[in-house]
């Protein structure tokens, strides 16, 4: 999404209007959410995300998820984020927000194991929420790269999830894995 990409939009005219939602006055992992959502947006980019992808990633937690939940875009206002982001930049985005993460873990594995009946469960006891392969490889991807852009960061700590983030990069394909590998390299030793 270097230039112009998302449903025509430049990256100028979204990040104009992150900034009028006040995002940059919003804290995140040691930095302000802004620029936690464009960062996410690169390393996805520089992964090689399709643009759809990747601007999923500029959005990933625009309502708020299971675990950030200072700032929320209320779901009222979910035609607005598709006219602006596209279908399916914001489907990504919106399941990223509201899915207990748990059922995402648990439907990678089924996944990776060949089954079918993909599905991830609303966190706040809705219904299920049905996905292709491919919707919960682009969901699996931007999950990935959030976590990939902070962890080193984060006060979760390097151990969060691991097993199931290395299952999602394993699910999207070889350069999500190395983007793992890579990032994990850099854990610091334990003392």
């Known amino acids: 999404m270097s230039d112009a990409a998302v449903e025509g939009r430049t990256n100028e005219e979204l990040y104009e209007f992150l900034v009028g939602l006040g995002t940059e006055e919003v804290a995140h992992t040691g930095g302000d959410f802004l620029h936690h959502l464009q960062a996410v947006q690169r390393v996805l980019e520089e992964a090689g995300a399709e643009p759809a992808v990747s601007g999923a990633g500029l959005f990933h937690s625009i309502y708020g998820t299971q675990g950030f939940q200072d700032f929320s875009l209320p779901l009222s206002e979910r035609d607005q984020m598709r006219e602006l982001i596209g279908e399916r930049s914001e489907l990504i985005a919106y399941c990223n927000c509201v899915m207990d993460r748990e059922t995402l873990d648990a439907t990678v594995v089924r996944a990776l ?79």
């Open 113 to 191: 194991a060949g089954e079918g009946d993909l599905e991830i469960r609303d966190r706040e006891g809705g219904p299920a929420i049905p996905l292709t392969r491919e919707q919960l490889t682009d969901l699996s991807e931007v999950h990935l790269f959030d976590w990939l852009e902070q962890v080193e960061r984060s006060d979760r700590g390097w151990g969060y999830r691991r097993e199931a983030y290395r299952g999602m990069a394993e699910l999207v394909g070889p350069r999500a894995v190395a983007a793992y590998d890579a990032v994990f390299a850099t854990e610091p030793a334990q003392a």
